[in-house]
């Protein structure tokens, strides 16, 4: 059984069949190598002069308020910034050594071909569109922010002000605008060509071809080809992407990391109540062979004492009765012998009537 | 009257019910003005302290339910049977309050049931959580009932219920194993944000094992806190089999604690982290193994050995305190290790008190039920077997 259905099943749902609705492809041996036509964009960080324009662009199209220092003022690039609720892509300065000019990266949600978030989600809230983009339906979120500990990128924020409707955010790669054949707001915006939009595979050999021709002006690395089981934005970068912020991000893809553990879910169901019942008939019967060795052994007393007891009846009856025989043995004996002596006594008597005295004295002596 | 009512605003009753009343305070403030008015979190710290400590310690520290069920039913210890009613009624008021301090930490706290009736993600190892955990306190409200049905002298159904015990504890043992690796789970996606030295692809197990040693422990550690205030409320068999229950769960957790050890000790050989152990995270890392693992596992051994029951009680705390610590590594102290110490995550004050809420809200309800039914003693009608 697949491992999805089972789950939803453990549910107790059957309400809705997991399988085929979603879109990011979640735990699944099989390798999922995105959708052919889905579209991405190119960030090449030697070309971005670090203007704020795609913030700005980025804004209009989400209607997000305006913040407090406009985007034309670049003195907000002295410091490190990371996406928030209301700004969904920022750009940051890096000052790398060896380098006499600082270098711009623009961050955003990296729409992973098979997404952290979406895997982790508990409610389907993400979804991942064939299109390339990622995006999120509030209306069944929790709130639990597990997809923003499960981001590599650390992209997902969330409403935390918010006491009533807190939401999680993130760029959608403006996929309203998308599906109207139009570009991403950033990109629009753009003056200096430093975003392309396009297919990801056009994209992966435009970057490629880039390199090629350029090799002095870039490192020989396409971040977001691999990381993360691949990215749909991807970067070029005349540094190494790590001085530009950008995380070191295994191979695997989010659904790979997990897949053990949820292929080993169904196992344990299976597995733990034979082996539960197993143990519980072991010691059932570990009792009872107890409880009948105790029984034997009891009875083994009880008949052990019963025939000692009887031996030792027997025995006393046959002495009894020996007693017996041996007392009237005696009884007789001694009739006898007083007969005898009695007889004595009268034929002495008899013999010599004188001593008529001594007859009366060992009278007593005769009845004792 | 006023008499009894001096009796009850002792101290302990004063410092609980001040306790609860600044818990209602920090409750309005939470729901009325939202996540970010009370806590620390931010957009790099979605979980902290209610997470990290309600959550994930509360679920493990109420491991006691299935271990000591499971030993007595499943395993045949008849010995330990005094000890399976309070650990069943702590293991449900844990698991009942850990669902109740989620709410706080949940953006639409409303909106919990969703995953299991109306939208399931059945690729997100936290809707395993959340299924097994939600089924788990059901079970577990089965499995305590017959104390209060006992109590509220329901014959029938008790009688009805006693008959489910076996099935109950059955399912109980495998819905455990599968929430309490689960939760060490939750952390396999993120391999980039948690230190090498928690991350492992072995993380499920590691957190089933130790979940083991902190039921064991708690059991232990409850038993003694419960004979300070409780005594009164024991009957002679559970005087009498205290002890064995406390021998018998040290020795077990000092096994349990010494595999622990060693199969964390195999995890960093086969990653090869060793070279983390000279680091700043290695030296917490060390404190973790060296003082919570492998020193109640020996004090654990000791104590049975010497048959030296003050001893087993400082392991059990031992032990109590390693759970708490490990779980607040793998999820608050190592996690997020990358990130600069300017945007690393320390819980606020208010946080802290939620959490104190939480535990008071625990033992005031431990200590209701306790004085009331039959968990420490054995209802005199319904001696045949509980």
Redesign the interface.
């Known amino acids: 059984m697949h491992?999805?259905k089972f789950?939803?099943l453990?549910?107790?749902?059957g309400?809705?069949s997991?399988l085929g609705t979603?879109k990011?492809k979640?735990?699944s041996h099989a390798a999922f190598d995105g959708y052919p036509d889905a579209m991405g964009v190119l960030h090449d960080s030697s070309r971005c002069i670090g203007c704020r324009k795609c913030e700005e662009g980025c804004n209009t199209v989400n209607n997000f308020p305006k913040p407090e220092k406009k985007f034309d003022d670049l003195s907000v690039l002295d410091t490190k910034r990371?996406?928030?609720a209301t700004a969904h892509t920022v750009v940051n300065k890096y000052n790398v050594a060896g380098l006499d000019h600082p270098i711009f990266r623009k961050q955003q949600c990296n729409h992973c071909m098979e997404p952290?978030c979406?895997?982790?989600?508990?409610?389907?809230?993400f979804t991942k569109n064939p299109d390339g983009s990622v995006t999120y339906n509030g209306d069944?979120?929790?709130?639990?922010?597990?997809c923003?500990?499960?981001c590599?990128f650390?992209v997902?924020?969330?409403?935390?002000?918010?006491?009533l409707?807190?939401?999680v955010q993130k760029c959608t790669m403006c996929h309203p605008l998308i599906k109207e054949g139009k570009l991403p707001g950033c990109v629009q915006a753009c003056p200096k060509e430093a975003l392309t939009f396009g297919k990801r595979s056009d994209l992966i050999e435009i970057a490629r071809e880039r390199i090629r021709k350029h090799p002095d002006r870039y490192v020989k690395k396409i971040y977001g080809e691999k990381e993360a089981g691949g990215t749909n934005w991807l970067y070029l970068a005349p540094v190494k992407h790590t001085e530009l912020g950008q995380?070191?991000?295994?191979k695997?893809a989010?659904?790979e990391?997990?897949a053990?553990?949820?292929g080993?879910?169904p196992m344990?169901?299976g597995i733990?109540?034979v082996l539960?019942?197993g143990?519980?008939a072991?010691?059932?019967r570990?009792?009872k062979i107890a409880a009948e060795d105790q029984k034997a052994a009891v009875a083994q007393a009880v008949s052990e004492t019963q025939s000692a007891a009887e031996d030792k009846l027997k025995a006393a009856m046959e002495k009894a009765a020996k007693d017996k025989e041996a007392s009237i043995a005696r009884e007789t004996k001694k009739a006898v012998a007083n007969a005898e002596k009695e007889f004595e006594e009268k034929l002495a008597a008899l013999q010599n009537p004188e001593s008529e005295e001594v007859e009366e004295s060992s009278k007593p002596e005769g009845d004792a | 009257m006023s008499n009894d009512q001096k009796k009850f605003w002792h101290a302990g009753n004063i410092l609980t019910a001040i306790i609860l009343a600044g818990g209602l305070v920090l409750t309005f403030l939470r729901f009325y003005k939202g996540i970010g008015a009370v806590t620390n979190l931010d957009d790099n710290n979605p979980w902290g302290l209610w997470i990290g400590f309600d959550l994930m310690c509360g679920v493990a520290l109420a491991a006691g339910g299935y271990v000591t069920s499971a030993s007595c039913y499943l395993f045949g210890m008849k010995h330990y049977h005094s000890a399976v009613r309070p650990a069943i009624t702590t293991a449900f008021l844990g698991y009942f309050f850990v669902v109740v301090a989620l709410l706080y930490d949940l953006g639409h706290p409303w909106r919990l049931p969703y995953p299991l009736v109306y939208s399931q993600g059945t690729t997100s190892l936290l809707f395993e959580v959340g299924l097994c955990v939600s089924l788990y306190v059901s079970v577990l409200f089965i499995e305590w009932s017959p104390a209060a049905l006992e109590w509220l002298g329901m014959r029938k159904l008790r009688n009805l219920v006693i008959k489910l015990t076996l099935p109950l504890t059955i399912m109980g043992v495998v819905l455990s194993t599968m929430h309490q690796s689960s939760l060490g789970a939750l952390f396999l996606i993120a391999p980039g944000k948690l230190h090498p030295l928690w991350y492992s692809s072995f993380m499920p197990v590691f957190f089933f094992i130790s979940s083991m040693v902190a039921g064991t422990s708690m059991v232990i550690f409850e038993g003694t806190l419960a004979h300070k205030g409780l005594h009164h409320m024991m009957d002679d068999t559970h005087l009498k089999e205290a002890h064995g229950v406390a021998f018998g769960f040290a020795k077990a957790a000092s096994f349990i604690l010494a595999g622990y050890f060693f199969i964390k000790l195999f995890d960093i050989t086969m990653d090869n982290d060793w070279k983390y152990l000279a680091t700043g995270y290695g030296v917490i890392f060390l404190i973790e193994m060296f003082g919570f693992v492998l020193l109640p596992s020996f004090l654990y051994a000791i104590g049975v050995r010497e048959k030296n029951l003050k001893i087993v009680r400082i392991a059990s705390i031992f032990g109590v305190l390693g759970i708490v610590v490990n779980r607040f590594n793998v999820s608050m102290i190592a996690f997020n290790w990358q990130l600069p110490a300017s945007e690393r995550y320390f819980p606020s004050l208010m946080e802290i008190g939620i959490s104190i809420f939480v535990v008071t809200l625990i033992i005031t309800a431990y200590r209701f039920i306790t004085t009331r039914m039959p968990v420490l003693f054995e209802h005199p009608e319904y001696k045949d077997a509980h």
């Open positions: 491992r999805r789950l939803s453990l549910g107790g749902a309400i809705a997991t979603t990011a979640a735990a990371r996406t928030n952290a979406a895997s982790a989600c508990f409610v389907k809230a069944v979120c929790v709130g639990c922010r597990y923003m500990i499960a590599p650390s997902p924020t969330f409403e935390y002000e918010d006491p409707d807190p939401l995380p070191v991000v295994g695997k989010a659904p990391l997990t053990g553990a949820l080993a879910v344990v169901v733990w109540p539960l019942t143990a519980y072991i010691s059932k570990k009792e």
